[in-house]
Protein backbone atom coordinates (compact mmCIF):
# COMPACT_ATOMS: atom_id res chain seq x y z
CA UNK A 1 0.00 0.00 0.00
CA UNK A 2 2.98 2.34 0.57
CA UNK A 3 4.49 1.38 -2.43
CA UNK A 4 1.18 2.84 -4.45
CA UNK A 5 0.76 5.73 -2.17
CA UNK A 6 4.05 6.95 -3.04
CA UNK A 7 3.59 5.98 -6.83
CA UNK A 8 0.55 7.98 -6.81
CA UNK A 9 2.28 11.08 -5.56
CA UNK A 10 5.41 10.68 -7.94
CA UNK A 11 2.89 10.89 -10.83
CA UNK A 12 0.34 13.56 -9.46
CA UNK A 13 4.10 15.93 -9.33
CA UNK A 14 5.10 14.71 -12.67
CA UNK A 15 1.48 16.39 -13.38
CA UNK A 16 2.08 19.04 -12.12
CA UNK A 17 5.56 19.73 -13.02
CA UNK A 18 5.79 18.30 -16.56
CA UNK A 19 5.21 21.58 -18.30
CA UNK A 20 8.69 22.76 -16.15
CA UNK A 21 10.74 19.88 -18.07
CA UNK A 22 9.04 19.06 -21.03
CA UNK A 23 10.27 20.53 -24.08
CA UNK A 24 7.85 22.66 -26.11
CA UNK A 25 7.48 22.68 -29.36
CA UNK A 26 4.71 25.92 -29.90
CA UNK A 27 6.19 28.30 -27.53
CA UNK A 28 7.15 28.97 -23.74
CA UNK A 29 6.70 31.94 -21.48
CA UNK A 30 9.47 31.43 -18.87
CA UNK A 31 11.63 33.43 -16.55
CA UNK A 32 11.92 34.28 -12.83
CA UNK A 33 10.01 35.63 -10.20
CA UNK A 34 11.31 36.75 -7.04
CA UNK A 35 9.50 36.66 -3.17
CA UNK A 36 6.91 34.32 -4.39
CA UNK A 37 5.04 33.41 -1.06
CA UNK A 38 3.28 30.44 -3.23
CA UNK A 39 5.07 27.38 -4.56
CA UNK A 40 3.61 27.37 -8.36
CA UNK A 41 3.04 29.83 -11.08
CA UNK A 42 -0.05 29.49 -12.92
CA UNK A 43 -1.46 30.13 -16.52
CA UNK A 44 -5.31 31.42 -16.85
CA UNK A 45 -7.51 31.96 -19.95
CA UNK A 46 -9.81 34.94 -20.13
CA UNK A 47 -13.49 33.96 -20.27
CA UNK A 48 -17.12 35.48 -19.58
CA UNK A 49 -17.83 33.24 -16.23
CA UNK A 50 -14.17 34.37 -14.82
CA UNK A 51 -10.17 33.15 -15.27
CA UNK A 52 -9.56 29.15 -15.90
CA UNK A 53 -6.77 27.73 -14.84
CA UNK A 54 -4.98 26.23 -17.99
CA UNK A 55 -1.36 25.30 -17.34
CA UNK A 56 0.65 25.52 -13.81
CA UNK A 57 4.33 25.11 -12.60
CA UNK A 58 6.24 24.98 -9.91
CA UNK A 59 8.81 27.47 -9.38
CA UNK A 60 12.12 26.33 -8.79
CA UNK A 61 14.16 27.25 -5.14
CA UNK A 62 14.81 30.29 -7.19
CA UNK A 63 11.77 31.67 -8.65
CA UNK A 64 12.17 30.15 -12.11
CA UNK A 65 9.69 28.78 -14.60
CA UNK A 66 8.50 27.71 -17.97
CA UNK A 67 5.02 27.16 -18.94
CA UNK A 68 3.87 26.16 -22.44
CA UNK A 69 2.61 29.18 -24.73
CA UNK A 70 -1.13 27.59 -25.67
CA UNK A 71 -2.16 30.38 -27.99
CA UNK A 72 -3.14 29.59 -31.55
CA UNK A 73 -4.01 33.19 -32.14
CA UNK A 74 -3.75 36.06 -30.54
CA UNK A 75 -5.34 35.75 -27.02
CA UNK A 76 -5.05 37.66 -24.17
CA UNK A 77 -4.20 35.26 -20.61
CA UNK A 78 -3.45 36.21 -16.81
CA UNK A 79 -0.08 34.66 -15.13
CA UNK A 80 -0.80 34.60 -11.55
CA UNK A 81 1.30 33.69 -8.78
CA UNK A 82 -1.02 34.18 -5.79
CA UNK A 83 -4.67 35.55 -5.44
CA UNK A 84 -3.49 39.36 -5.37
CA UNK A 85 -0.21 39.42 -8.02
CA UNK A 86 -1.58 38.96 -11.87
CA UNK A 87 -0.51 40.12 -14.87
CA UNK A 88 -1.82 40.22 -18.63
CA UNK A 89 -0.54 38.70 -21.73
CA UNK A 90 -1.28 39.00 -25.54
CA UNK A 91 0.11 35.84 -26.63
CA UNK A 92 0.60 34.40 -30.61
CA UNK A 93 1.22 30.95 -31.64
CA UNK A 94 4.94 29.63 -31.47
CA UNK A 95 6.30 32.54 -29.02
CA UNK A 96 8.94 32.52 -26.64
CA UNK A 97 8.06 34.94 -23.80
CA UNK A 98 10.44 36.10 -20.92
CA UNK A 99 8.69 37.62 -17.97
CA UNK A 100 10.66 38.38 -14.89
CA UNK A 101 9.23 40.21 -11.73
CA UNK A 102 8.92 40.59 -8.14
CA UNK A 103 6.01 38.70 -6.84
CA UNK A 104 5.24 41.09 -3.87
CA UNK A 105 4.32 43.83 -6.64
CA UNK A 106 3.59 41.53 -9.50
CA UNK A 107 2.69 43.85 -12.68
CA UNK A 108 4.48 46.98 -11.00
CA UNK A 109 7.90 45.29 -11.28
CA UNK A 110 7.54 42.92 -14.32
CA UNK A 111 9.09 42.87 -17.52
CA UNK A 112 8.14 41.34 -20.51
CA UNK A 113 10.00 40.28 -23.53
CA UNK A 114 9.48 38.49 -26.89
CA UNK A 115 5.42 39.43 -27.09
CA UNK A 116 5.58 42.94 -28.57
CA UNK A 117 1.52 42.88 -27.74
CA UNK A 118 2.62 41.85 -24.01
CA UNK A 119 4.79 44.66 -23.64
CA UNK A 120 2.35 47.31 -25.42
CA UNK A 121 -0.15 45.78 -23.47
CA UNK A 122 1.73 46.75 -20.33
CA UNK A 123 2.37 50.07 -21.23
CA UNK A 124 -1.40 50.69 -21.38
CA UNK A 125 -1.54 49.67 -18.23
CA UNK A 126 1.45 50.64 -16.74
CA UNK A 127 0.27 54.23 -18.01
CA UNK A 128 -3.47 53.92 -16.61
CA UNK A 129 -2.35 52.49 -13.11
CA UNK A 130 0.04 55.69 -12.65
CA UNK A 131 -2.55 58.17 -13.53
CA UNK A 132 -5.18 56.46 -11.35
CA UNK A 133 -2.33 55.87 -8.39
CA UNK A 134 -1.21 59.87 -8.69
CA UNK A 135 -5.49 61.30 -8.73
CA UNK A 136 -5.92 58.73 -6.03
CA UNK A 137 -3.21 60.48 -3.70
CA UNK A 138 -4.61 64.13 -4.57
CA UNK A 139 -8.35 62.88 -3.34
CA UNK A 140 -6.99 61.24 -0.14
CA UNK A 141 -4.55 64.52 0.44
CA UNK A 142 -7.19 66.84 -0.58
CA UNK A 143 -10.42 64.92 1.43
CA UNK A 144 -7.99 65.30 4.20
CA UNK A 145 -7.23 68.67 4.16
CA UNK A 146 -11.37 69.57 3.41
CA UNK A 147 -13.90 66.75 3.62
CA UNK A 148 -16.54 68.88 2.49
CA UNK A 149 -15.16 69.03 -0.49
CA UNK A 150 -14.43 65.85 -1.35
CA UNK A 151 -17.35 65.18 -3.72
CA UNK A 152 -16.26 68.35 -6.03
CA UNK A 153 -12.64 67.66 -5.90
CA UNK A 154 -13.35 63.78 -6.94
CA UNK A 155 -15.84 64.89 -10.21
CA UNK A 156 -12.96 66.79 -11.38
CA UNK A 157 -10.29 64.61 -10.99
CA UNK A 158 -12.76 61.77 -12.50
CA UNK A 159 -13.24 64.63 -15.36
CA UNK A 160 -9.30 64.85 -15.35
CA UNK A 161 -8.48 61.02 -15.73
CA UNK A 162 -11.28 60.47 -18.50
CA UNK A 163 -9.62 63.21 -20.66
CA UNK A 164 -6.35 62.14 -20.07
CA UNK A 165 -6.93 58.47 -20.54
CA UNK A 166 -8.73 59.99 -23.66
CA UNK A 167 -6.13 61.47 -25.37
CA UNK A 168 -3.72 58.59 -24.40
CA UNK A 169 -5.58 55.87 -25.68
CA UNK A 170 -6.33 58.25 -29.34
CA UNK A 171 -2.48 58.06 -29.32
CA UNK A 172 -2.17 54.83 -28.28
CA UNK A 173 -4.56 53.10 -30.98
CA UNK A 174 -3.21 55.36 -33.83
CA UNK A 175 0.38 54.07 -32.79
CA UNK A 176 -0.79 50.26 -32.41
CA UNK A 177 -3.58 50.16 -35.25
CA UNK A 178 -2.60 46.94 -36.02
CA UNK A 179 -2.48 45.12 -32.67
CA UNK A 180 -5.50 43.48 -31.26
CA UNK A 181 -4.15 45.02 -27.93
CA UNK A 182 -5.99 48.44 -28.88
CA UNK A 183 -9.74 46.82 -28.51
CA UNK A 184 -8.36 47.14 -24.49
CA UNK A 185 -7.65 51.42 -25.31
CA UNK A 186 -11.39 51.79 -27.03
CA UNK A 187 -13.31 51.74 -23.16
CA UNK A 188 -11.34 55.16 -22.34
CA UNK A 189 -12.51 56.73 -25.29
CA UNK A 190 -15.88 58.93 -26.38
CA UNK A 191 -16.60 56.37 -28.66
CA UNK A 192 -19.27 58.10 -30.47
CA UNK A 193 -17.28 60.81 -31.21
CA UNK A 194 -14.24 58.78 -32.03
CA UNK A 195 -16.12 56.84 -34.41
CA UNK A 196 -13.97 57.23 -37.03
CA UNK A 197 -10.79 55.92 -35.52
CA UNK A 198 -12.82 53.02 -33.90
CA UNK A 199 -13.75 52.28 -37.66
CA UNK A 200 -10.26 52.80 -38.67
CA UNK A 201 -9.53 49.97 -36.18
CA UNK A 202 -12.12 47.52 -36.90
CA UNK A 203 -11.40 47.63 -40.83
CA UNK A 204 -7.83 47.11 -40.16
CA UNK A 205 -7.84 44.41 -37.46
CA UNK A 206 -10.62 42.75 -39.69
CA UNK A 207 -7.79 42.21 -42.27
CA UNK A 208 -5.46 41.16 -40.61
CA UNK A 209 -7.67 38.60 -38.14
CA UNK A 210 -10.84 38.08 -39.67
CA UNK A 211 -11.71 35.16 -37.46
CA UNK A 212 -10.32 36.37 -34.00
CA UNK A 213 -13.19 36.77 -31.24
CA UNK A 214 -12.39 39.79 -29.72
CA UNK A 215 -12.49 41.33 -33.19
CA UNK A 216 -15.70 39.66 -33.94
CA UNK A 217 -17.01 41.50 -30.55
CA UNK A 218 -15.74 44.81 -31.65
CA UNK A 219 -17.70 44.21 -34.91
CA UNK A 220 -21.01 43.69 -32.86
CA UNK A 221 -20.31 46.56 -30.64
CA UNK A 222 -18.97 48.73 -34.17
CA UNK A 223 -22.72 47.60 -35.49
CA UNK A 224 -24.56 49.56 -32.47
CA UNK A 225 -22.36 52.52 -33.01
CA UNK A 226 -23.70 52.82 -35.81
CA UNK A 227 -27.38 53.05 -35.18
CA UNK A 228 -28.33 56.44 -34.50
CA UNK A 229 -25.59 57.75 -36.02
CA UNK A 230 -24.80 61.53 -35.83
CA UNK A 231 -27.20 63.31 -37.87
CA UNK A 232 -30.15 60.86 -37.91
CA UNK A 233 -33.03 61.92 -36.41
CA UNK A 234 -33.98 61.15 -33.12
CA UNK A 235 -36.56 58.57 -32.10
CA UNK A 236 -39.70 60.18 -30.95
CA UNK A 237 -40.62 59.51 -27.25
CA UNK A 238 -43.78 59.27 -25.83
CA UNK A 239 -44.17 58.41 -22.08
CA UNK A 240 -45.91 59.37 -19.08
CA UNK A 241 -44.95 62.31 -16.91
CA UNK A 242 -44.43 62.20 -12.91
CA UNK A 243 -47.82 62.62 -12.62
CA UNK A 244 -48.45 59.87 -14.35
CA UNK A 245 -51.24 61.59 -16.18
CA UNK A 246 -50.35 62.69 -19.64
CA UNK A 247 -47.54 61.67 -21.85
CA UNK A 248 -44.86 64.43 -22.70
CA UNK A 249 -43.49 63.99 -26.37
CA UNK A 250 -39.79 64.41 -27.56
CA UNK A 251 -41.18 66.16 -30.53
CA UNK A 252 -43.10 68.93 -28.53
CA UNK A 253 -39.48 70.14 -27.74
CA UNK A 254 -38.70 70.55 -31.77
CA UNK A 255 -37.65 74.21 -32.20
CA UNK A 256 -35.34 74.04 -29.13
CA UNK A 257 -31.61 72.33 -28.55
CA UNK A 258 -32.44 69.10 -26.01
CA UNK A 259 -30.32 67.19 -24.27
CA UNK A 260 -32.16 63.66 -23.83
CA UNK A 261 -30.84 62.58 -20.12
CA UNK A 262 -30.96 58.60 -19.61
CA UNK A 263 -31.06 58.13 -15.71
CA UNK A 264 -32.66 56.65 -12.41
CA UNK A 265 -33.01 57.15 -8.91
CA UNK A 266 -30.87 54.10 -8.17
CA UNK A 267 -28.10 54.91 -10.35
CA UNK A 268 -24.90 56.30 -7.76
CA UNK A 269 -23.25 58.09 -10.93
CA UNK A 270 -26.24 59.82 -12.33
CA UNK A 271 -27.38 61.27 -8.45
CA UNK A 272 -23.30 62.59 -8.73
CA UNK A 273 -24.05 63.59 -11.88
CA UNK A 274 -27.63 65.63 -10.99
CA UNK A 275 -25.81 68.45 -9.91
CA UNK A 276 -23.99 69.51 -13.11
CA UNK A 277 -27.19 69.47 -14.98
CA UNK A 278 -29.13 71.33 -12.07
CA UNK A 279 -26.80 74.29 -12.89
CA UNK A 280 -26.23 73.79 -16.71
CA UNK A 281 -30.47 73.98 -17.09
CA UNK A 282 -29.96 77.37 -14.97
CA UNK A 283 -27.47 79.24 -16.78
CA UNK A 284 -29.18 78.08 -20.05
CA UNK A 285 -32.94 79.17 -18.88
CA UNK A 286 -34.08 81.82 -21.46
CA UNK A 287 -31.70 80.46 -24.11
CA UNK A 288 -33.94 78.33 -26.24
CA UNK A 289 -32.61 74.83 -24.25
CA UNK A 290 -34.47 71.97 -22.54
CA UNK A 291 -33.17 68.87 -20.70
CA UNK A 292 -35.82 65.91 -21.37
CA UNK A 293 -34.92 63.10 -18.68
CA UNK A 294 -35.91 59.40 -19.41
CA UNK A 295 -36.12 57.61 -16.01
CA UNK A 296 -35.18 53.70 -16.27
CA UNK A 297 -36.95 53.44 -12.59
CA UNK A 298 -39.47 50.73 -11.90
CA UNK A 299 -40.61 52.86 -8.29
CA UNK A 300 -42.55 55.72 -8.97
CA UNK A 301 -42.53 57.02 -5.68
CA UNK A 302 -38.16 56.51 -5.73
CA UNK A 303 -38.34 58.54 -9.08
CA UNK A 304 -40.76 61.45 -7.05
CA UNK A 305 -38.19 61.14 -4.30
CA UNK A 306 -35.06 61.59 -6.32
CA UNK A 307 -36.49 64.72 -8.27
CA UNK A 308 -37.03 66.77 -5.57
CA UNK A 309 -34.03 65.53 -3.57
CA UNK A 310 -31.50 66.80 -6.63
CA UNK A 311 -33.54 69.83 -7.05
CA UNK A 312 -35.05 68.58 -10.59
CA UNK A 313 -37.09 71.13 -12.60
CA UNK A 314 -36.89 69.98 -16.09
CA UNK A 315 -39.47 67.54 -17.78
CA UNK A 316 -39.24 63.73 -16.84
CA UNK A 317 -40.86 61.32 -18.35
CA UNK A 318 -40.74 56.74 -17.52
CA UNK A 319 -42.23 53.93 -18.13
CA UNK A 320 -41.24 52.37 -15.31
CA UNK A 321 -39.70 49.08 -16.91
CA UNK A 322 -36.30 49.73 -16.03
CA UNK A 323 -34.20 47.76 -18.29
CA UNK A 324 -36.65 46.10 -20.14
CA UNK A 325 -38.29 49.54 -21.66
CA UNK A 326 -38.49 49.57 -25.41
CA UNK A 327 -37.01 53.26 -25.40
CA UNK A 328 -34.09 51.89 -23.68
CA UNK A 329 -33.60 49.66 -25.99
CA UNK A 330 -34.85 51.94 -29.15
CA UNK A 331 -31.86 54.24 -28.22
CA UNK A 332 -29.36 51.27 -27.46
CA UNK A 333 -28.42 51.97 -24.10
CA UNK A 334 -26.58 49.79 -21.92
CA UNK A 335 -25.25 52.03 -18.85
CA UNK A 336 -26.48 55.25 -17.36
CA UNK A 337 -25.75 58.07 -17.15
CA UNK A 338 -25.93 58.43 -20.85
CA UNK A 339 -27.53 61.37 -23.06
CA UNK A 340 -28.55 62.49 -26.08
CA UNK A 341 -27.94 65.70 -27.54
CA UNK A 342 -30.43 67.26 -30.40
CA UNK A 343 -30.90 70.32 -32.55
CA UNK A 344 -33.63 72.43 -32.88
CA UNK A 345 -34.63 70.20 -35.94
CA UNK A 346 -34.35 66.94 -33.81
CA UNK A 347 -31.43 65.01 -35.33
CA UNK A 348 -28.54 64.29 -32.86
CA UNK A 349 -25.62 66.06 -32.60
CA UNK A 350 -23.97 64.10 -29.73
CA UNK A 351 -24.01 61.32 -27.84
CA UNK A 352 -22.55 60.42 -24.81
CA UNK A 353 -20.93 63.53 -24.19
CA UNK A 354 -18.86 64.77 -20.79
CA UNK A 355 -20.17 68.24 -19.18
CA UNK A 356 -17.32 70.59 -20.69
CA UNK A 357 -18.23 68.88 -24.52
CA UNK A 358 -21.49 68.89 -23.58
CA UNK A 359 -21.73 72.79 -22.80
CA UNK A 360 -19.44 73.16 -26.06
CA UNK A 361 -21.96 71.26 -28.38
CA UNK A 362 -24.91 73.15 -26.69
CA UNK A 363 -23.96 76.59 -26.94
CA UNK A 364 -22.82 75.53 -30.87
CA UNK A 365 -26.30 74.49 -31.43
CA UNK A 366 -27.80 77.18 -29.96
CA UNK A 367 -25.99 79.73 -32.15
CA UNK A 368 -26.83 78.35 -35.31
CA UNK A 369 -29.90 79.85 -36.59
CA UNK A 370 -30.29 81.77 -33.76
Sequence with gaps: MKNKLLLAASVMLAVLTQSCSEKFKNGI??????????????????????????D????????????????????????????????????????????NGDAVNFEKTYTVKGSKDSEILRALRSYERSISDSLNKIYVEGRAQNPLKADSLGMQLQLFYAMTMEEYSKNFITDNITSIVSLSATKYLNQQAEFSLMKKLEETLTDLYPKNKYVADFKLLMSDLSMLPIGS??????????????????????????????????????????????????????????????????????????????????PQVSDLQRWESPIAKTYRIEAIPYNVLIDKEGRIIGKGLRSEEMEVKIMEALSKNS
Excluded at 35 to 45: H, M, V
Excluded at 76 to 94: E, K
Design 233 to 314: VAPDIDLPGVDRTKNIKLSSLRGKVVLIDFWASWCAPCRRENPSLVQLYKQMQGKNFEIYGVSLDQNVESWKEAIAKDGITW
Design 56 to 99: SCRLSADGKFSIHNPAKEPEFYVLRTDSVNVIFLMLRAGEVVKV
Design 29 to 54: IEGQVENATKDFIYLQAISETGDINI
